[in-house]
């Protein structure tokens, strides 16, 4: 593909007015396997929010209920403060692009950009040369002039993705809905539209969710990151909030490495498998908690203070450095944690290590 | 080092690739399957030509002239000109409905549709003449309006309809399963009516199966002996299809003019395959990219 050079200063779009959306207690049932359980959200205008999950958790769903290709069991949709489950998909001039493109493949990349213009009733439909004059502008803003004439089959993956992009833009949507964009594409070509999304985003200024399981594409291109599991919002924040101040085990868990073990808190120090672990909090009354810690924060103990101690089931490359995979405590769970290359020893040998940096979790 | 084995020379041998039989036996497989062919297909479809022209083009010509084989060409112009658009319609509709939307008794609609192709013909038939003949659950009802479906055409075109509903819709149920419903969820998330993406985007989709569906269901509805033997009644110059007259005129010992209308049915085949041949060739690209995705 063509690489994706930064855009010029003059290349703008006209938009419908973004607008701030509000979803309240919405919930989604499919037969009685509830995907959605009661999420609310509040989103400005021309903000660029990534819906961040592990498959499976609901954020598909979402998405579709903000375009109107699926009803709610239960909740509120609003767009700028007016309620939009009302309308059918067709009146809510959203623009969305799905993970498989769903390009039209009998059209021309000219017309699949155009259908949004075309079907429309002949009030409000431009003429044949503003179509063009438009159809023309947006190729230029996703950066295929010239391909106008191509058929879908005849683009790569990711210009296929930015047809899908400029479709959805063509009918100046107010709010603009990306499922997995770049799911299906290859990790360069990722990285490339990924910045070109985020430059075309702050040109053009659309209300944009964007749905993506990438951690890193999350929190690279989003003013908020969303993160949901099994239905439910997790945590709302920005890229630091999330990462450094994570709300829930799952959070910790899921951005970045980690390893998450059962403790109890009793007088201020922290045991695990009723041996202390040489960390301290500021709580004295006794109560289970969780343990995180991420592999590249702890040092090992070498003597006998106290330290989560555990043997050494696997070890493998990582980076500069060796991850030691560990079984620690009465029940066997896994650790992972980063030494120095050199450091190791052999496979079964019991090692003792302390977390630098680790969070404490309600159970 | 000296453990290291080396390769067993006698294995290379042992993977050859699939289609590396001897020529002889390659020859002699393309050999036998051509002359099963030629016994079973061509040898006939020959015969049946030469029958009809052995007495030249001027004798052929003459004997499709007479009053009543024209009628039965006609006829069966007509059935198939009602039954083909009725099955258009069912098909698409059917096959819509059953690939884009979840519904209770789709499964059973599904087997419905195969019924035909498991009934034999005679039977379909008999079901006609039990529904509206003059002895039949609707038969005194609709002679009381003076509507006579058995013995006339409406039986013949409702028979024909039966038989060849399965193929439109089962050559575009499949298709229309692989495309799933996306192109028209974005058709109507970029603001397209639900009318506007039935015909800009589903239909589209599936023009080439479609035609396919047509072609085969017209060759079929203009072929069909068996259901329509059993509602028309044989009424000469009026109720009788060109299969229907091929019998008759056999029967009377008229074996030119029986292979003059057999060779019009063998010509409506050919032409339905090379018709679909050319399709797939000349459109083998927009095909492949309707099916892929
Ligand atoms: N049409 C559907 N019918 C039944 N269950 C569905 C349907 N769509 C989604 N689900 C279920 O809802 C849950 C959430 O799915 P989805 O929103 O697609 O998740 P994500 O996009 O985060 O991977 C999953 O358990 C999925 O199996
Ligand atoms: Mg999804």
Not at chain 1, 301 to 324: C, K, N, Q, S
Not at chain 2, 204 to 224: F, I, Q, S
Not at chain 2, 244 to 254: K, R, S, T
């Amino acid at each position: 593909m063509n690489a994706l050079t930064p855009l010029e200063a003059e290349t703008s779009i006209a938009l419908g007015a973004p607008v701030d959306v509000t979803i309240d207690a919405v919930a989604k049932d499919f037969g009685d396997s509830p995907a959605l359980f009661g999420v609310s959200l509040d989103v400005r205008a021309g903000e660029l929010v990534a819906l961040l999950g592990p498959s499976g958790s609901g954020k598909t769903t979402l998405l579709r209920i903000l375009a109107g290709l699926e009803a709610p069991s239960a909740g509120r949709v609003l767009f700028g403060g007016e309620d939009a489950l009302g309308l059918p998909v067709q009146d809510r001039n959203i623009g969305f692009v799905f993970q498989h493109y769903a390009l039209f493949r009998h059209m021309t990349v000219f017309d699949n950009i155009a259908f949004g213009l075309t079907v429309r009733p002949r009030a409000s439909r431009p003429a044949k040369a503003e179509i063009r004059r438009r159809v023309l502008h947006l190729l230029n803003l996703v950066q295929l002039t010239g391909l106008e004439k191509r058929y879908p089959t005849q683009l790569s993956g990711g210009q296929r993705q930015r047809v899908a992009l400029a479709r959805a833009l063509a009918i100046e949507p107010r709010l603009l809905l990306l499922d997995e964009p770049f799911g299906a594409l290859d990790a360069q070509v990722r990285k490339d539209l990924r910045r070109w999304l985020r430059e075309i985003h702050d040109r053009t200024g659309h209300t944009t969710f964007f749905v993506t399981h990438d951690q890193e594409e999350a929190l690279e291109l989003a003013d908020r990151v969303v993160v949901m599991s099994k239905g439910r919002i997790e945590q709302v924040g920005s890229a630091d909030d999330i990462y450094d101040r994570p709300a829930s085990p799952f959070v910790f868990s899921f951005i970045g490495e980690s390893t998450l073990l059962p403790v109890v808190i009793e007088g201020g120090a922290v045991t695990f498998g009723g041996d202390p672990t040489g960390l301290d909090v500021n709580k004295t009354e006794r109560r289970e908690a969780v343990l995180g810690f991420r592999p590249h924060d702890v040092t090992l103990v070498e003597d006998d203070a106290p330290a989560i101690r555990g043997r050494i089931v696997a070890t493998r490359r990582h980076g500069g450095r060796r991850r030691l995979e560990l079984q620690v405590g009465p029940d066997h769970l896994r650790a992972e944690i980063d030494v120095e290359v050199g450091d190791e020893q052999p496979l079964g040998t019991l090692v003792g290590f302390r977390p630098q940096r680790w969070r404490i979790f309600p159970a | 080092m000296t453990d290291i084995a080396a390769p067993a020379p006698h294995h290379a041998a042992r993977f050859q690739p699939a289609a590396t039989e001897r020529p002889a036996v390659r020859v002699l497989l393309t050999v036998v399957a051509l002359a099963f062919l030629g016994l079973f297909l061509v040898l006939p479809l020959v015969s049946v030509f030469y029958e009809a022209l052995s007495a030249g083009f001027g004798a052929f010509v003459k004997a499709l002239g007479g009053r009543e084989t024209a009628s039965a060409i006609e006829l069966t112009l007509l059935v198939a000109a009602i039954s083909v658009p009725a099955n258009l319609v069912f098909g698409l509709t059917a096959s819509w409905a059953i690939a884009k939307f979840e519904f209770r008794g789709k499964s059973l609609l599904i087997t419905l549709i195969d019924l035909p192709f498991s009934v034999s013909p005679v039977t379909a038939g008999l079901i006609y003449v039990l529904m509206f003949g003059a002895q039949g659950y609707l038969g005194p009802l609709l002679a009381e309006h003076g509507i006579k479906v058995i013995f006339a055409v409406p039986g013949i075109v409702l028979a024909t309809i039966f038989v060849t509903f399965p193929f439109i819709a089962r050559e575009l149920i499949p298709i229309m399963q692989a495309q799933g419903t996306q192109d028209e969820e974005a058709a109507l998330s970029l603001g397209a009516s639900g009318w506007q993406t039935f015909f800009r985007v589903t239909l589209p989709n599936v023009k080439w199966a479609l035609l396919y569906g047509v072609l085969l269901c017209n060759a079929r509805a203009m072929g069909e002996f068996g259901a329509v033997s059993v509602v028309s009644g044989h009424i000469r110059g009026k109720t009788n299809t060109m299969p229907l007259q091929v019998e008759i005129l056999y029967n009377e010992y008229m074996y030119r003019a029986a292979f003059a209308v057999a060779s019009l049915l063998a010509l409506l085949a050919l032409v339905t395959l090379i018709v679909k041949s050319i399709l797939e060739w000349r459109y083998a690209d927009e095909i492949a990219a309707t099916r892929r995705h």
